[in-house]
DNA sequence: GTTGGGAGAATTTTT
DNA sequence: TTCTCCCAAC
């Protein structure tokens, strides 16, 4: 038997131990939310309620994994059948069981972003639209996204800026069409698909969901403030008959609107709920009070809030720092000058973390980092698998493991000289839209097609594939893709990239990955779904991680902490965004992920405003402080200026 | 048909 | 200053 009283605090226990019925957990930043799910869990299963009938929708999987981990820890292995994952996850997980209910083949592919981008850009190119004011392939693959996301139409979900362009909108709407017709015909799914289809197959057909509404008789929602429209039904759905539903969430962290999460699902949940108990975690056990004062100061009076104040477990230490500077050399020096001091006082690298609003903010920090000799690890902005060199390989496995995926054997074959788009289409038309990489005859059909030159290159290629069908390799995926490496790719990818090395240890990182999947097809339909903050964790359970000041943007930091936290180019412009300024509720989702930047500090908070922000081209403009900074009250901060610290 | 060079534009956040 | 696209040479 758990002791809850001795674990969990009042709040926290009746969040734990609630019986059935909607629940709303309104949890502000560090007050044990995830300690509290993880007792929730716990408590569901000395219930005796079966861990396979739990559903657990967190938002990365390695809140997920995390999750597990800790209640695997309290009450054994029967939470390894507990559902959880993201929501793409779960619905990747109900497409690959009834997908061919809705059309798709239960083996369909998943698009990632790149992916997604270059389809659009063919039907752009198919449709003979050549109006130089005609969107790009980047700016439809967003609207299209946003479109999905919010569960609207395309011509709902055009605004002015392409309104201005005078462009066609039924032009518009016939690549929406066509990026349609071609996901289908190539069986992929882009993630948005993911959603919107797993929607509509419970939707559509109501035995399927009858199944998963009577297999789930508890579902729990963990970041709930950021759930978009489909995401909010699909829980609303799979509830609909038990009504066991524990959203947790904090309206203050809402960080996601741009990709159509709605903080109304939270907001209205009550109303949608109306019997649901709700209850405020408040009891801060993570930040010192002088960094709470600071996340209370900057949130507080944004509208259309659930109020919350966080309140200080811990004693008091010192306020946090505001840096001024002259510009984004002199703040790289400073933010170095203190982590060499934080390091002295007996911190570790590890314990120390820089955030910033986007990614380009960390240019010369980067170089300052690299030429102090500080080790840093940056978690950047392209995923680890979405890379052109892993890319590479994973096209390799999808030629060996699926007779029909024309982007793998475009993407595989165009690595031999000499072979581009209009010989892929010859061979491709001539060998009957499909190759079979297991049948010989077809290996050797391919081979006859090829220019002298090339066949020499593939020839490696042609016995892998004989070895992988002959000798199961799929099971061991790990060999598969060192024998490629090895007498392909290796010389494939020296000709073509820079820094081979590097990228050569994200090849290394690719098999230790598939080692841990069932097999070779297993993997990939799951690893798109792969972030590489997932792959940050997985590192550090490995015990890889080495001693190395974390950098990463503010949304990639959510749900997680640091004893140290710098915010760089905290500018009018920079953070907030000028881009998100011109929307609507742009100011307050800034402001909410100022707060969630400030929240993930245990005992020091740096925040650093520069004045002078230098362009590539050699021009200067000057910054104003960022509104968060010059709306705190002086008495929460201590203030230094450039050297002078 | 493919490849590589050169000119031009452009910098938010992610499953 | 880096990525992307277009055009000219192989």
């Known amino acids: 038997m758990i002791n809850y009283e001795k674990i969990l605090n009042p709040e926290q226990r009746q969040a734990a131990t609630a019986g059935d019925g909607p629940l709303l957990v309104l949890a502000a930043a560090g007050t044990g939310k995830t300690h509290t799910l993880v007792y929730r869990v716990a408590h569901l299963l000395e219930r005796g309620v079966p861990p396979e009938a739990i559903l657990l929708l967190t938002f990365t999987n390695r809140a997920a994994l995390e999750m597990l981990e800790r209640a695997r820890a309290v009450c054994g292995d029967q939470v390894g059948s507990v559902w959880s994952g993201t929501f793409h996850h779960v619905c990747n997980r109900f497409l690959r069981r009834y997908a061919d209910r809705i059309g798709f083949r239960n083996d369909f592919i998943i698009l990632d972003r790149d992916d997604a981008r270059s389809l659009i850009d063919g039907c752009i190119k198919d449709l003979h639209i050549q109006s130089k004011d005609f969107p790009k392939k980047d700016v439809l693959a967003s609207l299209f996204s946003n479109a999905a996301s919010r569960g609207l139409g395309i011509g709902d979900v055009i605004d002015e800026n392409l309104e201005a362009l005078r462009v066609d909108v039924a032009d518009i709407i016939r690549v929406g069409e066509a990026y349609v017709a ?86 209205e949940f009550p109303k949608r709920y109306p019997s649901c108990v709700i209850i405020k975690l408040e009891r801060n056990y993570r930040s010192v009070p002088e960094i709470l004062a ?124 000499g072979v581009g788009i209009k010989t892929l289409d010859g061979w491709w038309a001539k060998l009957g839209e499909r190759f079979d990489s297991a049948d010989p005859a077809q290996r050797q059909a391919l081979a006859a097609l090829m220019r002298p030159s090339a066949r020499g290159e593939w020839e490696p290629l042609d016995k892998l594939f004989g070895e992988y069908h002959d000798e199961g390799l799929a099971a061991n995926g790990g060999e598969l893709i060192e024998r490629f490496f090895e007498r392909f790719y290796k010389t494939y990818m020296a000709r073509t990239y820079e820094f081979a090395d590097r990228r050569a240890e994200d090849i290394r990182e690719l098999e230790v990955q598939i080692m841990r999947a069932a097999s070779v097809p297993a993997f990939l339909s799951e690893v798109a779904l792969l972030t590489n903050v997932d792959h940050e964790y997985n590192r550090r359970n490995r015990g890889e991680e080495e001693d190395a000041v974390q950098l990463g943007t503010v949304h990639q930091a959510k749900g997680l902490e640091w004893p140290v936290v710098f915010v760089i180019w905290a500018a009018e412009g920079m953070f907030p965004s000028s881009r998100t300024l011109d929307e609507p509720s742009g100011d ?51 203030e230094s200026f450039g050297n002078r610290m």
């Open 588 to 638: 307050a989702e800034e402001r909410r992920l100022f707060y969630v930047a400030v929240t993930r500090a245990r005992d020091e908070l740096v925040l650093a405003v520069p004045e002078i922000r230098r362009t590539r081209d050699g021009g200067m403009f000057f910054c104003k402080p960022s509104r968060f900074i010059s709306e705190l009250p002086r008495e929460l901060v201590r």
């Open 294 to 417: 600071v996340a209370n100061a900057c949130i507080a009076g944004n509208p259309d809030q659930f109020q919350k104040v966080l309140r200080a477990t811990r004693p008091e230490r010192a306020k946090p720092r505001v840096l001024r500077l002259r510009d984004g050399n002199e703040q790289a020096d400073a933010v170095i000058r203190l982590i060499r001091r934080y390091r002295d006082d007996g911190y570790r690298f590890a314990d120390m973390v820089v955030l910033y609003r986007a990614h380009f903010h960390s240019i010369e920090l980067q170089v300052a980092l690299g030429r102090a000799g500080i080790p840093c690890r940056i978690t950047s902005g392209v995923g680890v698998f979405e890379q052109a060199h892993v890319k590479d390989v994973l096209a390799m496995l999808r030629v060996c493991t699926r007779p029909d995926d024309r982007l793998g054997f475009d993407r595989l074959l165009g690595m031999l000289r």
């Open 182 to 267: 071609k996901k289908a015909g190539l069986q992929a799914m882009d993630f948005d698909d993911l959603l919107t289809q797993g929607l509509r197959l419970i939707t559509e057909h109501a035995d399927i969901c009858r199944s998963y509404q009577e297999r789930f008789e508890h579902i729990l929602v963990d970041e709930y403030q950021d759930t978009n429209g489909p995401q909010a039904k699909l829980v609303d759905l799979l509830a609909a008959q038990r009504r066991n539903v524990m959203a947790v969430g904090d309206d203050f962290q809402c960080i996601y609107s741009w990709r159509g999460a709605d903080f109304r699902n939270i907001m």
